[in-house]
C-alpha cells in the first residue's frame, strides 16, 4: 500500500468520514475512495488538492512528503483562500507551466 492510500485512509477516519461520505463531498462515484485507499487508483493533483481540503491536511501529510519550511508556509497560507481565490492561483500555475 503506498503512502497516499495509507494516508488517505488514516485522515479520513480521523475525521469520522466514512468511504461513501468522503466520495459524497467530493463528488465522486461511491466506489473511488475504496479503489484510491487500496492502491487500485490513484487521483490527479486537482483532486489531491480537493482531498487535502476537505480533509484540512496538507498535500505533504496526504502523500507522505516532509515539507520545507518554504512549502509549508506556501500551503498554510493557500488553504486560507477563498475556493475561487485557491483556483485563480491553480489557473496561474497551470499557465506558467506552459
Do not use: W
Not at 35 to 62: C, M, T, V
Amino acid at each position: 500500500m503506498s503512502d497516499f492510500a495509507a494516508n488517505l485512509k488514516q485522515f479520513r477516519k480521523r475525521k469520522n468520514y466514512s468511504q461513501a461520505t468522503l466520495a459524497k463531498k467530493l463528488n465522486y462515484g461511491h466506489t473511488t475512495i475504496a479503489n484510491y485507499e487500496s492502491g487500485r487508483n490513484e487521483p490527479s493533483i486537482d483532486d489531491l488538492i480537493k482531498i487535502a481540503i476537505i480533509l484540512d491536511i496538507s498535500l505533504d501529510e496526504l502523500v507522505g512528503k516532509n515539507p520545507s519550511k518554504k512549502e509549508e508556509c506556501f500551503l498554510h497560507e493557500f488553504q486560507k483562500l477563498s475556493e475561487k481565490n485557491q483556483n485563480r492561483i491553480l489557473d496561474l500555475i497551470k499557465a506558467l507551466q506552459l
